[in-house]
């Protein structure tokens, strides 16, 4: 018998339930999926863990990661299989979350990159993936232009104008500011930012290590966080912030939590029985 999925199913839901009425075959959902086995989909968080793991299903729509992890204080849906759940501390704010993205995160990944992800920001448009983000180590939305004479500058007084969160990261990178023993705690200007801890503060001292940074118009097709010029007319792999061109992209809200969509899915295969 046939179950008809409602179009707010997250999309693993509708996989399981495919797979349970034998809607399609192994060997024909590989040859569309996008390989990235040498990829491991990451949100980190001790926030709205509903829909970061929400977020982490989107992303994988038509792609095949290496992994997919989950790193919190805890795992609200421990039954779910999709994804790897490490425990870790339940973070205070903003820089201590960003303190363990630098200095910890490098532990828990076990590929050559990772994609990063937030409930936020994700993976919107899988067919814009390009294999040529894997010759860089950072890979983030870009930046505008600052209004003021003191973002956004390295160094050297450069405009740095590729960073973001959401962002595309070598094992390299993640494990260099530990090697390195980079001090967290000079924070530029007294903003704890790990993005620009990363990709502007000390961006001249990784790059001295063989850290690479992608040009401008290579971080636009990557992603968007907000609408500048240079990515008016590109659609992007990913996103970052509801705002511009992307206020139309999913939201993922606590209150149509993913247990509840899976109790009634659950409700709907009893019924069909």
């Known amino acids: 018998m046939s179950i008809f999925l409602e179009p707010t199913l997250p999309p693993v839901v509708a996989v399981i339930l495919s797979v349970l009425n034998n809607e399609f075959d192994q060997d024909q959902l590989a040859q569309v999926m996008l390989n990235l086995k040498d990829v491991t989909l990451v949100a980190c968080s001790s926030t709205e ?18 992994e997919t992890l989950l790193l919190a204080h805890e795992d609200p849906h421990p039954k779910l299989n999709f994804y790897r759940f490490e425990r870790v501390r339940r973070f205070t704010d903003v820089a201590d979350w960003g303190q363990f993205i630098v200095f910890e995160l490098h532990k828990y990944v076990k590929t050559p990159f990772i994609i990063l992800v937030h409930a936020d920001g994700f993976v919107v448009h899988p067919q814009k993936w390009d294999d040529q ?8 939305a870009p930046w505008p232009l600052p209004k003021d004479n003191f973002s956004y500058r390295d160094h050297f007084g450069n405009i740095i104008r590729v960073g973001n969160s959401v962002s595309l990261r070598s094992k390299r990178m993640l494990e260099l500011p530990s090697q390195l023993k980079l001090d967290w705690n000079n924070a530029d200007h007294g903003f704890f930012h790990e993005d620009g801890f990363l990709c502007v503060q000390h961006r001249h001292t990784l790059q001295e290590h063989g850290i690479k940074f992608p040009p401008l118009d290579m971080a636009c097709r990557f992603a ?9 007319h590109i659609v992007p792999f990913a996103f970052h912030k509801w705002q511009g061109q992307n206020r139309f992209y999913p939201k993922f809200s606590q209150k149509s939590t993913l247990s509840a969509q899976i109790s009634k899915a659950a409700k709907r295969l009893s019924g069909a029985r």
Do not use: C, M, V, W
Not at 49 to 66: D, M, T, V
Not at 224 to 232: A, S
């Open 133 to 140: 983000f894997l010759s860089y180590d950072y890979i983030g």
């Open 49 to 66: 863990l509903e829909a970061h793991i929400q977020a982490l299903q989107y992303s994988s729509r038509g792609i095949e990661f290496g």
């Open 224 to 232: 968007r966080e907000r609408t500048i010029p240079e990515n008016r």
